[in-house]
T-cell receptor, first 115, second 113 residues
Framework: DVKVTQSSRYLVKRTGEKVFLECVQD?????MFWYRQDPGLGLRLIYF???????EKGDIPEGYSVSREKKERFSLILESASTNQTSMYLC??????????????FGDGTRLSIL | AQSVSQHNHHVILSEAASLELGCNYS??????LFWYVQYPGQHLQLLLK??????LVKGIKGFEAEFIKSKFSFNLRKPSVQWSDTAEYFC???????????FGSGTRLQVQP
């Protein structure tokens, strides 16, 4: 079974801090994704990566950056945290489209509060 | 903009009632569509998926969805819900071959015993 592990379940940071959220998957998936989940808005894609060192912006990339130095690890970075980035952050991974049409597999999420 | 929309935000049903949750998409051409479920305190799990072929897709736990191309819809159904179906349900989709999916805003289902 696919395992997507997010480093923290809960995190509290202060405005202006640089925040790192880590995600690791154990199934050698090419694609990895970062979403934020907010009530009434569903999941919104922040960034995704389809290979090591490759990344693409999603729908709401402003204020975020990502890093993928190794295939199994995908990091989300809040360059200077702000209160409007308080949210639940979800990481997911998948095989590429056209290989086996596998769906995305999700981690448990990190609930981030910015004070 | 291309999107996936769910119009039911909060649904309350009694046990044994039938369920239908709406999902519409705005993509042309071949699409990939999914329904995910998030039980309280748990991660999102796949319920079912549609890529091609039979438009009636069966998933886990007695759920099914019907792809109706002419209506751009992919509604989720279950003939008889249980209290354990209380969860948030997300429809997701995108053009075939696109790596990223677009998720709907979710429907919170509350099943009363």
């Amino acid at each position: 079974d696919v395992k997507v592990t997010q480093s923290s379940r809960y995190l509290v940071k202060r405005t202006g801090e640089k925040v790192f959220l880590e995600c690791v998957q154990d199934m050698d998936h090419e694609n990895m994704f970062w979403y934020r989940q907010d009530p009434g808005l569903g999941l919104r894609l922040i960034y995704f990566s389809y290979d090591v060192k490759m990344k693409e912006k999603g729908d709401i990339p402003e204020g975020y950056s990502v890093s993928r130095e190794k295939k199994e690890r995908f990091s989300l970075i809040l360059e200077s945290a702000s209160t409007n980035q308080t949210s639940m952050y979800l990481c997911a991974s998948s095989l590429p489209q056209g290989v086996s049409n596998q769906p995305q597999h999700f981690g448990d999420g990190t609930r981030l509060s910015i004070l | 903009a291309q999107s996936v929309s769910q119009h039911n935000h909060h649904v309350i049903l009694s046990e044994a009632a039938s369920l239908e949750l709406g999902c519409n998409y705005s993509y042309g051409g071949t699409v990939n569509l999914f329904w995910y479920v998030q039980y309280p305190g748990q991660h999102l799990q796949l319920l079912l998926k549609y890529f091609s072929g039979d438009p009636l897709v069966k998933g886990i736990k007695g759920f099914e969805a019907e792809f109706i191309k002419s209506k751009f819809s992919f509604n989720l159904r279950k003939p008889s819900v249980q209290w354990s179906d209380t969860a948030e349900y997300f429809c997701a989709g995108g053009p075939a071959g696109r790596r990223a999916l677009t998720f709907g805003s979710g429907t919170r289902l509350q099943v009363q015993p």
